[in-house]
């Protein structure tokens, strides 16, 4: 296998899933099946651990579409879709420079924008679990 074109895209995790799983229908690729089909086995594995392992092809451009009155760049996008963030301190890390571009209001729309397009990772805390964990980690006044 070679690299027809560096860099023509850059995929989300849902679909490096769907083209692995493809690729490990298709018949051995000879000297390189060992290696290739551990690093296809190894990352089928991780990617179905994950919130990609929920998503279709509809839920993403219907996120995609919903984002665009955020003024987001392609990377933050891409790490929002494969991140799905939960609370605002995720997006602070995610977006860059946050806090001069999006309120506190658009911060939360963006967390519902999140919350009702894109499918919870099965395997993530809940998130009154993770706000109530924050709670808990609070000093006392």
Sequence with gaps: METVQE??????????????EELRKQPKLGNRKNQLATIAYETTKYLKGTACCCQTPE???NFLS????????????????????????????IVEESEERMSDTQVEQLLEVISRHL???PNAPMKEEVEEAETLDEPDS
């Excluded at 995929?11 to 692995?20: F, G, K, P």
């Design 66 to 93: 919903a984002l665009s009155p955020f003024n987001l760049t392609k990377a933050e996008k891409l790490m929002l879709v494969n991140l799905r963030p939960m609370t605002p301190v995720e997006i602070q890390l």
């Design 7 to 20: 860099n023509a895209a850059i995929l989300c995790n849902y679909e490096v899933l769907t083209l692995l």
């Design 119 to 121: 499918p919870p990772d």
């Design 59 to 61: 839920s993403i451009q």
